[in-house]
């Protein structure tokens, strides 16, 4: 069993990835503000005192507003080249021993970390986001435009075949080795992604979960989980929406209720101490939402506490 008390020293890697392609542009004319999460983050002192084996920071890619007009999708070729160039970087960190920790970007930067694991295996994904994140043509037979908000469809198989199938080897993540952690959606089957989300074997653990049997027995029942899995270790997705937007209102969807950052802390300290987690990424915190930088400060104070402790730097 995982006992979030024990050490573990670890050599770290950042990768920066300011891309914002997964989303739809907040007005006719803007790029999304969270391609500049990771630089903000950054600045407010995220990386201070971390110690860090390597740091590689990945060009911004260009985002075009229109979707494809073939297959309905926003930047559907920017992301493939994106996806491919950030799975190089994941694959070279995991062969040099390190824990690569990605900063966002919007939640279509999960791809790139799925491609390079896949290629080793089969793994775990904890995703803890407030959104299953689940959209998809479906029965719909439409394409869903943004993949920000279809990255764990798109990981688990379902979506472009350009996304989805790169190098043969869909899926990324098997539906029986994903835990959804965090969902707003309570389990109202009213949404149809998530009707369709419920029809699948993916483990939830949705928020109105973790308010009932509290964030400390959440936790124990997902690390379990994890010490049971039979996968070669997981990856955690972040999306700071997770958090109640009264708390963190700079993100790209603010929906009502979340987490609180203590509650957050709570997790964090349970997975980043986990001897199976083998990287994370992080995104959708927007720092056009945040003018005083107030939020950016918090983020960055949260996950540099974190960081120490991936390193073993931290209490």
Not at 78 to 83: E, N, P, S
Not at 85 to 101: F, I, K, N, T
Not at 186 to 202: A, K, P, V
Request: proline share 7%.
């Amino acid at each position: 069993m995982n006992d979030p008390e024990t050490k573990i020293i670890r050599d770290l890697e950042v990768i920066t990835a300011p891309s914002a392609l997964g989303l739809r542009p907040p007005a006719p004319g803007k790029t999304p503000g969270v391609r500049r999460m990771a630089s903000r983050l950054i600045d407010a002192g995220l990386l201070d005192g971390v110690p860090l084996a390597k740091r590689v920071d990945l060009p911004e890619p260009i985002y075009t507003f229109e979707p494809d007009a073939t297959t309905g999708i926003r930047n559907l070729p920017a992301l493939v080249d994106f996806t491919l160039l950030l799975e190089r970087a994941v694959s070279a960190s995991l062969q040099a021993g390190r824990v690569p920790v990605i900063l966002g970007g919007d939640c279509s930067v999960l791809l790139g970390p799925a491609l390079a694991l896949r290629k080793l295996g089969h793994h775990t994904l904890i995703h803890l986001d407030g959104h299953n994140d689940f959209g998809h043509e479906g029965k719909s037979s439409k394409p869903y435009a943004t993949i920000a908000g279809a990255d764990l469809a798109v990981v688990t198989g379902r979506g472009p075949e350009a996304l989805t199938n790169l190098s043969g080897l869909k899926p990324y993540f098997r539906d029986e080795d994903v835990i959804q952690l965090g969902e707003k959606a309570n389990g109202d089957t009213t949404d149809y992604w998530s009707e369709d989300f419920l029809r699948t074997t993916i483990r939830r653990h949705p928020f109105v979960d973790i308010r009932r049997i509290g964030i400390e027995s959440m936790m124990r029942m997902v690390t379990d989980e994890l010490d049971r899995a039979a996968t070669a270790g997981f990856w955690l997705h972040l999306d700071l929406d997770v958090l109640d937007p009264e708390l963190l209102p700079a993100v790209d969807s603010a929906d009502p209720t979340g987490l609180s950052w203590q509650e957050l802390d709570v997790a964090l300290n349970h997975l980043v101490r986990h001897r199976r987690l083998l990287g994370l990424n992080v995104g959708i915190y927007d720092p056009d939402l945040d003018s005083d930088g107030q939020y950016a400060n918090k983020i960055a104070a949260l996950l540099r506490q974190h960081l120490l402790i991936l390193a073993g730097r931290g209490s």
